[in-house]
């Protein structure tokens, strides 16, 4: 399945390969007829690597325990530290990132489940995304969402490839942990902030998977 956050962008590459296709396809020359043949089938066969939105299923552990934290994306944990978060928590707080390659998985799912109460897309530069100062100054949208267990913010953070971030959500909307909420195109990175008492399961270097890896857990305030 194909993710309708790359609609428009699937057209496009598809027809730019069949129309290589078919330039290759009438040239009489081999030299130049087998290059456009291989650029054409890669053009296609990128959009069925990069804008893939495979089915995800959330652990049953997760559907009985709101206080379950889930991969906002697919990738590897490159970071997992301590900083001031002063745009929705309000305090000291911890954050990890996620780094996604270009093969990677790029359709995005809430972590959480709550209501979300503060968005804001920032322009901004386009430094690798794995580079430590990415997540303040690259092109990035931020989420915060209050569950019943205190506050999350996550953020959609471009890379040097990607120029476009796709983000559903909105202040107010009621958003559940597992769905799908939006995309970062061509290769990116995902930060999530939690309150410092929150538990991490998982380490840097960790391979990730989107609505289905437990990141950790939120100490729970409401029985």
């Excluded at 969402?145 to 909105?170: E, N, S």
């Excluded at 399961?201 to 990730?208: E, H, I, L, R, T």
Aim: aromatic residues 10%; contains cysteine.
């Amino acid at each position: 399945m194909l993710t309708k956050y790359g609609t428009d962008n699937i057209v496009i590459m598809i027809i730019a390969g069949v129309v290589i296709l078919a330039i290759g396809y009438y040239v009489d020359k081999l030299f130049l007829s087998i290059p456009l043949y291989i650029i054409g089938v890669a053009i296609i066969a990128l959009v069925f690597i990069f804008f893939r939105d495979p089915d995800r299923s959330l652990p049953m552990i997760a559907i009985n325990d709101d206080s379950y934290i889930i991969a906002p994306a697919d990738g590897k944990v490159v970071e997992i530290i301590e900083v001031d978060e002063n745009d929705y928590l309000k305090q000291r707080a911890k954050r990890l990132s996620i780094f996604l390659s270009p093969i990677d998985v790029h359709v995005n799912r809430n972590p959480v489940t709550g209501i979300v109460e503060y968005y804001e897309y920032v322009p901004g530069e386009y430094l690798v995304a794995y580079h430590p100062k990415s997540s303040e100054l690259n092109e990035h949208s931020k989420i915060g969402v209050m569950t019943r267990h205190g506050k999350v913010m996550y953020k959609q953070i471009v890379g040097i490839l990607a120029r476009r971030i796709v983000c559903d959500v909105k202040v107010k909307d009621s958003i559940v942990a597992g769905d799908r909420f939006g995309m970062m195109k061509f290769g990116s990175r995902m930060d999530i902030f939690v309150p410092l008492d929150c538990e991490f399961f998982v380490k840097v270097n960790d391979k990730v998977v989107a609505g289905e890896t437990i990141l950790g857990k939120l100490k729970i305030i409401n029985e």
